[in-house]
């Protein structure tokens, strides 16, 4: 059940003042004034570190950052997870953000374990031959758009196990919205890998390319989002409501809408969190904890005992936090808006980057379609398009214990 909305919630003016208003005086406590926080490692360079307080580590050292002062602060791992994931929708939206979906584990100090899947879903009006004769249309632009489910799952996993205010997990990522942050080498390199899909939607463009519209920003220079800035805080303020049944909700479909998409408020309004017992396996004295279907989760604990003899690639995955607190309690928590910044559209409205995660249907024939990729899945009837389902997924967050 999502929560009942605040009284504020009838007066949509405010939040977005207030914002305006507290923006160019104040700066988050979160994030500290002494120095900036570590960029974005992963690829372009990575750190071995040692903790005995708790590890918060994310795609930017930035989120790490915020997951970390969480921690500092009271909260848990649930708490540092939803803080940090809120950060990488921002940071390094390419990846992850409020308009992807995601699979999460947590596992408590008192040995309770829950699988939080919050995948997207496909639209009431999708169909199973919805992309016959054009199978490029599942993979970028408004008909690859599903139905978001990282924001709802979010909360759920705080109202379960978080602390910490609400408010506090997501107002860092207000500031960094709306103040503006400096552009990572590696969301730069995403960025480079779609140019001209960036420069070509209005949104995307309007937050990651220069103010003439004439290339992408560089590394080092600043990207500001204040559209998404004034929808974190009326999801701050007045809750996630305010998405699924909310005024969020509602500009976000109609940006969708004047695409020619089909996503729906009655979609948003519909989605539902699946919270489940997690699958785990025993391999080589470890325990294995993870996501049952539609995760890979399975597959990925039958393939554990497998890796070790193979050297590890260069990884162009999407985004992922893991975080173990004080307590011992921990989180592995996996998101994504599917390909390089999802269906390539930006809501002008929102600010949110929009998934297209109805790639990872199936589609009944790749024959006389025009236009496939080279990633559609071969022909699954198991995975292919109804509505209200999740597609398959290769996401597999797993947490690792000492069998002792």
């Known amino acids: 059940m999502l929560p009942k909305s605040p009284p504020w919630r009838h007066c949509p003016l405010l939040v977005p003042l207030l914002l305006l208003v507290l923006l160019p005086l104040t700066s988050p406590s ?29 795609d930017d050292g930035r989120c790490s950052w915020i997951g970390r002062n969480v921690l500092r602060r009271g909260g848990n791992a649930v708490d540092a997870a939803v803080a940090a994931a809120f950060c990488l929708g921002v940071v390094s939206s390419a990846s992850s953000g409020i308009g992807g979906g995601a699979f999460m584990i947590v596992r408590m100090a008192s040995g309770e374990a829950q699988a939080f899947d919050m995948r ?18 599942k993979s970028s632009g408004p008909l690859s758009i599903a139905v978001p489910g990282e924001l709802a799952g979010l909360y759920e996993a705080w109202k379960r196990h978080g602390r910490l205010p609400w408010k506090r997990l997501v107002l860092p990522s207000v500031f960094l919205a709306g103040k503006g942050y400096k552009l990572s080498k590696y969301l730069h390199f ?58 969020i909700g ?37 325990k294995l904890i993870g996501m049952p279907p539609p995760s890979s ?21 999407t985004s992922h936090v893991s975080i173990v607190d004080g307590e011992r309690n921990a989180v592995a928590m996996t998101s994504t808006v599917n390909y390089y910044f999802g ?3 930006l809501s ?30 071969p022909p699954a009837p198991t995975n292919f398009v109804r509505p209200g389902k999740r597609p ?12 002792s």
């Not at 004034?33 to 005995?52: H, S, T």
């Not at 949110?352 to 899945?377: H, K, Q, R, W, Y």
Request: with cysteine; charged share 20%; net charge neutral.
């Open 30 to 58: 979160d994030l500290p004034a002494d120095r900036p926080p570590p960029a974005a490692i992963g690829r372009f360079g990575n750190r071995v570190v040692a903790a005995r307080r708790g590890v918060v580590a994310t």
């Open 120 to 137: 997207e879903v496909a639209p009431i009006k999708a169909s199973q031959n919805m992309y016959a004769g054009n199978a490029s249309l």
């Open 190 to 247: 995403q960025m480079t890998q779609i140019s001209q899909s960036i420069l070509a939607d209005r949104g995307l463009a309007g937050v990651y390319a220069t103010e003439s519209g004439s290339r992408l920003k560089r590394p080092g220079e600043i990207c500001r989002n204040r559209k998404l800035a004034v929808t974190l805080a009326k999801i701050a303020f007045n809750g996630v409501r305010e998405f699924y049944n909310g005024s």
């Open 250 to 286: 509602r500009e976000l479909v109609r940006d969708v809408e004047r695409l020619g998409g089909i996503l729906t408020v009655e979609d948003l309004a519909r989605y539902r969190v699946r919270v489940r017992e997690p699958v785990s396996a025993e391999i080589m004295g470890m």
């Open 297 to 317: 989760g399975g597959a990925a604990m039958f393939m554990a005992d497998q890796t070790g003899r193979w050297n590890q690639i260069d990884d162009h995955g």
């Open 343 to 345: 269906a390539r559209i």
């Open 348 to 377: 002008p409205s929102t600010g949110i980057v929009l998934n297209n995660e109805m790639d990872d249907f199936s589609i009944p024939s790749n024959n006389g379609t025009g236009g496939g990729n080279a990633d559609v899945p």
């Open 392 to 403: 398959l997924s290769s996401m597999a967050p797993t947490i690792v214990l000492e069998v």
